[in-house]
């Protein structure tokens, strides 16, 4: 008999269970129950096991039958901002421009605590709507923007990892301030937030042109004082970024070097896009143990360039899918695995749905060091899933009734799908957002 506090959920599964050191591994640890039972309790996973086997000691009137459906694990965008939601898609320009037309103006207005509260709402229902239970987020340089998201997320009890930005110049004044103050901010917020709950503390400069030698320095002490905490920025986007950078460290060996020499590299460092590294900057990422976040939508956008997931593979380094919203395009991480195939297309190289599936759970999940409690269905693991709709339209029905197996079907998933096919979304044990009814997305 089951425990009067467990939850039941009979469905497909589909997760992987194990890390994988090349791509050609994971599919061994792929674990797909056509028809499967899961089990909850207190949150997290007891046991994911055959329908079959579990048949005989379940009550059924205490199932919760989701057949039809496939659940995987929540989807975790390694490198995302909130405070671009409002300014998606914005035309014409490459980072730089982009940064000072777009980012730099709306990212001023969460000075004000009922805006970052109105927009941290709004955008955990975005992350939710789509599937994304964990993710990895800039704020802006205000601390109010992170108390905002943090407390949001408390509420819903989410795994999320967020800082403040630290940035003293080459930004509009109204963005930037001292090393000492952007030492006292982030210590401040890392007092309140850090380990509170699931949440968790990025340190966040914004990148290397953003930031004097005396802020990575504080970046440097803050990260000595709380070992723990996660660093969080941006390397080697943008071809004329990378040159600036050169310009103004003449005295670092390169991009990576800079963060490198503030000891801002190692387990629990995530940096962003990675597009244009050169062989010792991917040695020391490897040596290190730092991780990259691919944002295929954003990098196609601005036209940054291609990331090499090959070359990510062979050097051994940690590596997670972004969003990248504001100047990626969707929430949705189906879409963005779309986009990395085609990323992977004009190199030569296929991204499988099972790669893709991998890099958005487990591997993501490894990138942000917390693949102990997050990224499968072991037992033990938090309870965070996706309950997904294979196919919602009538061209997903036809082609999903024309795909022979699993793999195919997840391929036609992360093609076709999108924040459609998210049915329901859970989060420590709980439904947090269920989409309203199938009538309505016809
Ligand atoms: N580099 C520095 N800031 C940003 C940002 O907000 N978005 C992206 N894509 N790159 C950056
Ligand atoms: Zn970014």
């Not at 057949?67 to 730089?96: C, N, S």
């Not at 819903?156 to 990892?161: C, F, G, K, P």
């Amino acid at each position: 008999m089951p425990y009067a506090s467990e939850t039941l959920l009979r469905a497909s599964f589909f997760d992987i269970t194990a890390l994988a050191a090349q791509p050609d591994d994971i599919a061994a640890n792929a674990r797909y129950l056509e028809d499967g039972l899961l089990t909850l309790r207190d949150g997290k996973v007891v046991s994911l096991e055959s329908w079959q086997i579990a048949e005989g000691r379940v009550n059924p009137a205490e199932v919760t039958d989701l057949r039809g459906k496939l659940i995987v694990p929540g989807f975790i965008d390694t490198h995302i901002h909130y405070p671009q939601t409002e300014m998606i898609g914005a035309f014409g320009e490459q980072l730089l421009e982009w940064l000072n037309h777009y980012t730099f103006p709306v990212e001023s207005q969460y000075h004000c605590p009922d805006h970052s509260a109105k927009m941290s709402a709004f955008f955990l229902q975005q992350l939710l709507s789509n599937g994304t239970t964990t993710a990895l987020v800039f704020g802006t340089v205000h601390k109010q923007s992170v108390d905002a998201l943090f407390s949001a997320a408390h509420q819903l009890d989410m795994r999320l990892i967020a800082g403040k930005v630290m940035m003293d110049r080459n930004a509009p004044e109204y963005l930037t301030e001292t090393p000492e103050q952007s030492y006292q901010h982030s210590r401040e917020l890392i007092e309140r937030w850090h380990q509170r709950g699931r949440l968790s503390y990025a340190l966040t400069p914004r990148f290397a042109p953003t930031s004097s030698p005396a802020l990575l320095d504080k970046v440097r002490q803050l990260r000595e004082e709380f070992p723990d905490v996660w660093m969080h920025t941006h390397l080697s986007e943008n071809q004329q970024e990378i040159a600036w950078v050169k310009a103004l460290f003449p005295e670092r060996d390169g991009y990576l070097d800079v963060y490198h020499h503030h000891q801002l590299t190692g387990k629990r460092s995530v940096f962003a896009h990675c597009l244009h590294l050169e062989d010792k900057e991917w040695q020391c990422l490897h040596d290190t143990d730092s991780s990259i976040a691919f944002c295929p939508t954003s990098n196609l956008f601005l036209g940054s360039g291609l990331f090499n997931i090959k070359r990510c593979w062979q050097q051994g380094v940690r590596m997670g899918i972004g969003t990248d919203v504001g100047a990626g395009t969707t929430f949705n991480l189906l879409q963005t695995l779309g986009e990395a195939y085609k990323v992977g297309q004009l190199q030569q190289y296929k991204l499988s749905a099972c790669e893709a599936f991998y890099h958005a759970t487990l591997g993501g999940a490894h990138a942000l060091d917390l693949d102990d409690v997050i990224g499968n269905f072991n037992p033990g693991k938090e309870a965070d899933f996706v309950v997904l709709d294979p196919a919602v339209s009538p061209l997903q029905q036809l082609r999903h009734a024309n795909s022979k197996d699993i793999w195919e079907r997840l391929f036609v998933l992360m093609t076709l799908g999108d924040d459609r096919n998210i049915a329901q979304t859970w989060v420590s044990g709980k439904p947090v957002w269920q989409r309203e009814s199938e009538e309505q997305i016809a």
